[in-house]
């Protein structure tokens, strides 16, 4: 029986934010539930976090944060991929992110975001029944 | 009767308790759970009792306020002479709107100023550089040249008023606007008082904001400390921080283990430049985080106090008590902050500074209710300073001195995190120190297992957090929430393009070809700097320079 393909996550910090704890917590909490991480590290522009889904061949990309630039970065992203073709890659996100911010990013293309507080559990079965087949 | 036999006879009154008295009542009604632990993870017993601290010295592991080791804490008469100085973290848009922020807190009885940097200042870019985009003015205010930190100071006499800057990587450039304004107002440098923090060690661990390798970062951090020790004798020239080590998710022993293994790197680092380590220990000063477990984060801060001065001491021979003291400053843990039912934060944020009061701090940032949503409202703020008004000015925890000493939960608390911070120290050392440790991903491994541990406890429902995995409720969205205006980044960049049109750019170009001649050499750059800040170079300029010379930082990820 061939193996089902594993889950490929980017984990990214996009702009100079530099609160990673989310984002490193989360990356290990992907791997032990059976997905694939890549952990960009900090200081990323959507230009390398496109890249980045790109090179890896990824099916999720995660965004975090903390420091109030969602509205600008997030968006961005998800139209990089779309450029690129990678119209099925799932985008969510997670930070401080104002609720009223919330459907804006949403209508913007990502499927969804992850405020403070989030069981990881939650985030994990979001990603496990949203990703493309 | 003896010491020895009155604890004998006390061990053999507890036993008979414990058959007797409380196995009754464990038979009809056990306790909440089997084994009870302190946020850290530390076991907490049912009871403590002389038993527990009977090879406490008094003279020798506590002593006297003032005097070493200063377990009770660094001044004789600590809050009955004078409150801690009471600073709320603020900053953000533009540097007139921040202005306006701090004129209102030190119109509501504030006592010093805190500058928060936005993001791109932090990391040594202009408004206007591409990395900046969407970040200026956003956690903090927007600084590129002179011409902003004249504005942010306007009407605020730096003779009066001390301030600290969160500033690392940068550090030398701010510090040298804030020295250039303070002559401007006509205030000799011997009379600037504030801090720097300066440590960019953590911001490799932890923070995330650094520009330069370890080792060219090392060298500018004591030139700072080297020239203000000479030429600022009241600056605090770092803040060696454990506040951000414990966001990230250390357990309080490990925030004041690192945070110290830390400041032995930079004693070091100053030692081995040829600095005489009383010179300028006295000047060195930390920073850590409050948690609302009262009773272990009092015991964490005396722990601190008194493996320092041991260090200082015995490591480094400091004759002056003033280079053994641990002289801090505390924020409130931002990270325990829910952005469910809000407004229960100010509970949290009031036991916080509670315990920082109760562990002796020098001065205390106590959070905003509503920082898990936003940056925070003037009314978040207001509250926030108000409960650490309460603090010093109701509870009775600044009437007398250490008052928790001699309790014995307290007591044999210290001991256990201070052992722990010397087993880590030994650790740190044996691999080399501090940096050699930080390489090997050991601190950041450290750090991230005890984030993991806290974040499966809280999910497990091992352990409780109000409105997050217990006593949840649904709640209407928040309202009210401060907004940064968005255009502050065209401003910004509108004013940058008008500095450079209107500067003199012959001085400009002569004083950062000076600068990059001294970064050359052994020279200390703060002079160098200051010139340059005068001839109106911007923050991104003169980070440029050193770019050029040291290149970036990449750092490893370990995950």
Request: overall charge negative; aromatic content about 8%.
């Amino acid at each position: 029986m061939a193996q089902e393909r594993k889950i490929k996550i980017i984990v990214a910090k996009p702009g100079l934010d530099g609160h990673d704890r989310g984002a490193k917590l989360l990356a290990r909490i992907f791997a032990e539930a059976g997905m694939e991480v890549v952990y960009t590290g900090l200081r990323q522009t959507p230009e390398m976090i496109v890249e980045a889904a790109l090179q890896e061949d990824a099916d999720v990309v995660g965004l975090s944060s903390l420091s109030g630039v969602h509205n600008y970065f997030f968006p961005r992203v998800v139209e990089l991929l779309r450029e690129k073709g990678l119209d099925d890659v799932l985008v969510v996100g997670g930070g401080i992110i104002p609720l009223e911010d919330v459907d804006g990013l949403k209508s913007a293309g990502v499927k969804a975001i992850f405020g403070p507080g989030t069981d990881t559990n939650a985030i994990v079965d979001f990603i496990k029944n949203n990703v493309r087949n | 009767m003896s010491e020895d036999k009155s604890l004998e006879k006390l061990k053999a009154a507890k036993e008979k308790w414990e058959q007797g008295s409380v196995q009754k009542t464990l038979s009809k009604a056990p306790e909440r759970r089997k084994v009870f632990t302190s946020i850290s993870d530390i076991p907490v017993e049912r009871l403590y009792t002389p038993l527990d601290v009977a090879d406490l010295d008094y003279e020798r592991d506590l002593g006297f306020p003032g005097e070493y080791p200063f377990t009770r804490g660094v001044q004789p008469t600590m809050y009955r002479g004078r409150f801690w100085t009471m600073r709320q973290y603020a900053g953000f848009g533009s540097a007139r709107e921040s202005n306006a922020r701090y004129r209102y807190l030190l119109e509501q009885g504030q006592t010093g100023l805190s500058v928060a940097f936005d993001l791109p200042t932090q990391a040594g870019y202009d408004s206007d550089h591409p990395l900046s985009m969407g970040e200026v003015g956003k956690v903090g205010v927007a600084i590129d040249s002179i011409e902003d930190m004249r504005v942010l100071f306007d009407s605020i006499p730096l003779d009066k008023v001390t301030t600290s800057m969160t500033i690392n990587a940068p550090a030398t450039v701010l510090l040298a606007m804030y020295l250039a304004i303070a002559e401007e107002q006509g205030v000799p440098f011997g009379k600037v008082g504030g801090t720097v923090q300066n440590d960019i060690l953590k911001e490799i661990t932890v923070r995330g904001q650094y520009i330069y390798p370890p080792k060219p970062s090392m060298r500018l951090t004591v030139d700072l400390i080297d020239y203000c020790f000479k030429e600022v004798p009241k600056w605090n020239s770092i803040s060696i921080s454990g506040y951000h080590i414990r966001e990230a998710g250390s357990t309080a022993g490990q925030e004041m283990a690192f945070t110290l293994a830390d400041g032995i790197a930079y004693v070091q680092a100053c030692v081995d430049r040829g600095m005489a380590v009383d010179s300028f220990a006295p000047r060195l000063s930390f920073f850590f985080n409050s948690f609302t477990n009262v009773l272990e984060e009092v015991a964490k801060f005396r722990a601190g106090r008194r493996y320092w001065a041991k260090v200082m001491k015995e490591r480094f021979g400091a004759k002056d008590p003033r280079s053994m003291m641990m002289r801090y400053h505390v924020q409130t843990g931002g990270v325990t902050l829910t952005a469910q039912q809000p407004i229960n934060n100010v509970v949290r944020v009031a036991l916080q500074a509670y315990a920082a009061a109760l562990g002796g701090c020098q001065s205390l940032h106590t959070n905003s209710y509503d920082e898990a949503l936003c940056l925070p409202t003037q009314e978040a703020v207001t509250v926030a300073l108000r409960t650490q008004q309460i603090v010093a000015e109701e509870s009775g925890a600044a009437d007398t001195i250490d008052p928790l000493a001699g309790c014995y939960f307290v007591e044999a608390m210290t001991d256990r995190i201070e052992a722990e911070i010397d087993d880590y120290i030994k650790k740190i050392d044996a691999m080399g120190g501090t940096l050699a440790a930080i390489e090997q991903g050991f601190v950041q491994k450290e750090i991230q297992n005890s984030a993991y541990r806290f974040q499966r406890e809280i999910e497990s429902g091992e352990r409780v957090y109000v409105g997050i995995n217990k006593y949840t409720m649904e709640e209407p969205p928040p309202a009210n929430l401060l907004k940064v205006d968005m255009s502050v980044g065209e401003v910004e960049a509108a004013k940058l393009k008008k500095l450079r049109a209107e500067r003199d750019a012959g001085k400009w170009k002569a004083a950062l070809d000076h600068l990059r001649e001294v970064s050359q050499s052994e020279e200390n750059v703060m002079p160098a700097v200051i010139e340059a800040v005068k001839a109106r170079a911007t923050v991104g300029e003169i980070c440029d320079v050193w770019r050029g010379i040291y290149g970036e930082y990449r750092p490893k990820e370990f995950v």
